[in-house]
């Protein structure tokens, strides 16, 4: 998916994947949703969402709603957060955002 939002373009095709949440495997049911966490080649981060009717991606449409998807810029901060909502594996969210993250040594 190609967008441009802010006179800025963000493209799933040539942006690094860091991390991804859901299936949209099922496209016929109403609640499907994915997210997947991009960065640019210039550091930003972004959301591309996609879901069914029932989720907050549902496009409107005369006949009520159907599947959406979206692109959300995210700050540094709100990706690493995205990252912990979602229980991203560990070892992603150190390698991405190690410099934001408090190392807490085991006490014996």
């Given at each position: ?19 991804k949440h859901g299936s949209a495997a099922d496209l016929s049911d109403f609640h499907h ?76």
């Open positions: 998916m190609r967008r441009v939002k802010n006179r800025t373009l963000y493209d799933t095709e040539t942006a690094e994947q860091i991390a949703l994915a997210e997947t966490l991009y960065k640019t080649a210039d550091g930003e981060y972004f959301i591309h969402g996609q879901g069914g009717a029932g989720t907050k991606y549902a496009t409107q449409t005369s006949n009520g709603s159907t599947n959406g998807q979206e692109i959300r810029r995210l700050t540094q901060e709100q990706a690493l957060k995205w990252c912990e909502d979602q229980s991203i594996d560990g070892d992603i969210a150190v390698e991405e955002f190690g410099e934001l993250i408090t190392n807490v040594e085991p006490t014996d």
